[in-house]
């Protein structure tokens, strides 16, 4: 077709951002397609009339049952005769990667490192240090020469520089946050610039968006690992993750991200560590419990 048909076929192709909601229509119609296949041979084998109704009944649960998403999924049963093998591989596997160190001796004997594939959450009040040791724990990884992506739904990429700057330079957060009333030749400057050369050498990013939704955790998940090894992401506050159509109320909202991220973990062969913020209003609730906000 030559350079015209080239031309409309670029116009037509689906961007990164439509790719999953394409997508979901197709499995959609899938789904559907089949169980109409399926209903139709279950309506001629019964116009047929040669098969008793026992026979009839298991032939019509099996075709549904092979139409359906569970038929067709990869969710794995483990039978007592493959028991054995499959915990021989788990142990094997959990000596042969080894987990991620937080940088902290206490912290990791106490959860045994971050494991790959798994999540952890990090919860506290407003003003607890949440980011804080969260910040610390990702310039411990980054110094280790594995790859961290912190995506920072709350915070801001100002305040994640200016925490990161401290660590690195010991100057406090509060000088840092000030820089505009420092002088042209003041000396901090120079250890700020030394802080961000080393960052240079790190295999570390940051999603500082405020209007990231769980399906583009998925996509920017995706593209760094196409740029290189990725090991821990942390989302600061996680909770804060835009999604449509499923908002019925915050426990549910909660559960759906937290199940979609632990897949996600999985899918990348990564840990996720999760920043939650837990309600301030824990003394007037009768029993002191907290909650998540």
């Known amino acids: 077709g030559g350079q015209k048909c080239l031309i409309e076929l670029a116009n037509e192709s689906i961007s990164d951002t439509e790719f999953q909601v394409y997508l979901e229509i197709l499995k959609d119609k899938f789904i559907k397609r089949n169980l109409i296949t399926s209903c139709s041979a279950v ?18 649960l099996d075709k549904i049952w092979q139409a359906t998403p569970s038929f067709h999924s990869n969710i794995n049963i483990i039978s007592p005769k493959d028991m054995y093998a499959t915990r021989m591989q788990d142990l094997r596997e959990r000596l042969e990667v080894p987990t ?21 959450i990090i919860a506290g009040r407003p003003g607890m240090g949440k980011s804080a040791i969260k910040k610390c724990i990702e310039k411990n990884i980054a110094e280790q020469g594995l790859g961290v992506v ?46 961000n050369r080393t960052i240079e050498t790190w295999n570390y990013h940051v999603v ?42 915050k426990a549910q909202v909660i ?39």
């Not at 769980?214 to 740029?227: A, G, H, K, N, P």
């Open 43 to 60: 309506m001629d084998r019964g116009f047929a009339d040669n098969q008793d109704s026992q026979e009839f009944l298991d032939f019509a």
């Open 100 to 120: 991620i160190s937080s940088g902290f001796a206490n912290l990791d004997q106490m959860i045994g490192g971050f494991k790959r594939k798994d999540t952890s």
């Open 150 to 195: 912190s995506f920072a739904l709350e915070q801001g990429f100002s305040t994640e520089a200016d925490r990161m700057e401290s660590l690195l330079t010991r100057i406090p957060v509060t000088e840092i946050q000030n820089t505009h009333r420092w002088r042209k030749n003041d000396p901090r400057i120079k250890k700020i610039q030394a802080a």
């Open 208 to 249: 500082p968006s405020r209007a990231v939704s769980t399906r583009d955790v998925r996509s920017i998940l995706f593209q760094l690992t196409q740029m290189g090894p990725l090991d821990i992401a942390f989302f600061d506050l996680f909770d804060r993750l835009t999604d449509v159509n499923i908002a019925f109320n």
């Open 255 to 293: 559960t759906e991200k937290l199940g979609f991220l632990s897949q996600l973990s999985e899918e990348f062969n990564i840990h996720c560590c999760l920043i939650v913020q837990i309600s301030r209003e824990t003394e007037k609730k009768k029993n002191h419990r907290p909650s998540l906000v």
